[in-house]
């Protein structure tokens, strides 16, 4: 088992910046790689973005392209995803997830194994 939990949510005002961390507890000794969705109100989880278990992958939705990044310390555990540039419309619930496909980045819900409770991140026009 793994547990996730992130932090680093809030409220901050259009074109603002927060980083997102996620910190992974238990079975730390396996490779998974990580990802980042996020569901605001009314809508579907949507992917954000994802990396591998190297560090050397990375991919992003097209709607963050340019604007997020997903990067990894894996001595500590932890995933990040700094966001810059913040527009309300990327107002939602973030979740960090890991999957057992640790060398290909994934985007697909489906495909991660594990989840956490999720960060609020509110940005106000």
Do not use: H
Request: proline fraction near 2%.
């Amino acid at each position: 088992q793994v547990q996730l939990v992130e932090s680093g949510g809030g409220l901050v005002q259009a074109g603002g910046s927060l980083r997102l961390s996620c910190a992974a507890s238990g079975r730390t000794d396996k490779r998974f790689g990580m990802g980042w969705f996020r569901q605001a109100p009314g809508k579907e989880r949507e992917f954000v973005a994802a990396i591998t278990w190297s560090g050397g992958s990375t991919y992003y939705a097209d709607s963050v392209k340019g604007r997020f990044t997903i990067s990894r310390d894996n001595a500590k555990n932890t995933v990040y995803l700094q966001m810059n540039s913040l527009k309300p419309e990327d107002t939602a619930v973030y979740y960090c997830a890991a999957t057992f496909y640790s060398g290909y980045v994934r985007s697909q819900a489906f495909d991660y194994d594990y989840w956490g409770q999720g960060t609020q991140v509110t940005v106000s026009s």
